[in-house]
């Protein structure tokens, strides 16, 4: 158990429809950062927020956005969601704000299945 | 810019050894390893962050070659327990201090 918490753990849901990904980092931590995870793909960094400001961004979509709390908890937002979104989305923590720095701890992830 | 790892796949019989590799295609800051059961989140290996260092845990080590660009997973009398995916994450210098992962090298170990 790496001490990071991801909620819900399935969800299924239909094209052209919005859902909210929700991650809770390890105490301590003030990184959090969004991977996707496709089927034989590896992981896509999405977006990184360090103690609520936004840090680092990847190839993430217009259609999906992201906010980290003054709790330090993270939410991921996608919406207008297409067949090709389905993959399990991963949230990792970490204590520094560099996100080579040091090690990352990763959540059970969220499957997403666009139907 | 996304690390070439390999190979792509490699099956060994246990207690066999195995190298992974990972290269870039720019200058390194940290090369990160972790590795994946399937169904289950990425678990950190080691980091190494200089040049010339070298990481050992358990029977599983790691090198950074600077000047090469790239680092090596070193995997030592395989057990049952260390299939998975590897994957390598960089972080590139003068870059976005993000981490960059490969898109992974399939382990498969068979008794």
């Known amino acids: 158990d790496s001490g990071v918490t991801q909620t819900p753990k399935h969800l299924i849901t239909a094209t052209g429809q919005r859902v909210t990904l929700r991650c809770s980092p390890r105490?301590?931590?003030?990184?959090v950062y969004w991977y996707q995870q496709s089927l034989d793909q590896g992981l896509q960094f999405l977006i990184q927020y360090y103690n609520g400001e936004e840090r680092a961004k990847g190839n993430i979509l217009e259609r999906f956005s992201a906010q980290q709390f003054p709790d330090l908890h993270s939410e991921l937002n996608l919406s207008s969601l297409e067949l090709g979104d389905s993959a399990l989305y991963f949230c990792a923590s970490s204590v520094a704000w560099r996100g080579g720095y040091n090690e990352q701890f990763f959540g059970p992830g969220t499957r997403l299945t666009v139907l | 810019q996304q690390p070439v790892q390999s190979p792509q796949a490699v099956i060994l019989r246990e207690g066999e050894d195995a190298v992974i590799n990972c290269s870039s295609s720019?200058?390194?800051?940290?090369v990160h390893w972790y590795r994946q059961k399937h169904g289950e989140a990425p678990v950190f290996l080691m980091i190494?962050?200089?040049?010339?260092e070298q990481k050992g845990h358990e029977k599983i080590s790691a090198s950074f070659n600077e000047k090469k660009q790239q680092s090596s997973l070193y995997l030592t009398a395989s057990q049952l327990s260390y299939s998975g995916t590897y994957f390598c994450?960089?972080?590139?210098?003068?870059?976005?201090?993000?981490?960059?992962f490969g898109k992974g090298t399939k382990l498969t170990v068979n008794p």
């Open positions: 994450g960089t972080e590139m210098r003068g870059g976005s201090e993000k981490l960059v």
């Open positions: 720019k200058a390194l800051y940290s």
């Open positions: 190494l962050l200089k040049g010339g």
């Open positions: 105490s301590g931590d003030l990184s």
